[in-house]
């Protein structure tokens, strides 16, 4: 029943990239944002990434800044998540994710919180 889809996860070595896709057609209007979100193994879920579907506006944490870059395809209702130079602690499951905008006025997303809807997730494992 997933609007959600995540596709693109597997095994690389560090320092090498990955390309995440997200198929969101359902949520390809300006009410919504999309994040990626992702989940090391015993560890809490942490955000990374939004874009919002209106402005194509983006946020990074910290922890991925300068590395990963996420973009959308209104068109096509797909958003992806680019993901070079890759660390071992990248290592986990990641999550799109769609939340509705409740402040009409604003022009950007937020890293993490409430999310209305999620995907089933892509696993991601960089090791040597």
């Known amino acids: 029943q997933s609007q959600l889809v995540e596709t693109g996860g597997g095994s690389v070595q560090p320092g090498g990239s990955l390309r995440l896709s997200c198929a969101a057609s359902r949520f390809m209007s300006n009410t919504w944002n999309i994040a990626w979100f992702r989940q090391a193994p015993g560890k809490e879920r942490e955000g990374i990434s939004c874009?919002?579907?209106?402005?194509?506006?983006?946020k990074y944490a910290d922890s991925v800044k300068g590395r990963f870059a996420i973009s959308k395809d209104n068109a096509e209702g797909t958003v992806h998540l680019q993901m070079n130079t890759l660390k071992p602690e990248d290592t986990g499951t990641y999550y799109c994710?769609?939340?509705?905008?409740?402040?009409?006025?604003?022009?950007?997303?937020?890293?993490?919180?409430?999310?209305?809807?999620w995907g089933k997730g892509t696993p991601v494992t960089v090791s040597s």
């Open positions: 874009i919002t579907v209106r402005d194509g506006n983006t």
């Open positions: 994710a769609a939340r509705r905008r409740t402040n009409v006025f604003s022009r950007t997303c937020e890293i993490g919180g409430d999310m209305d809807f």
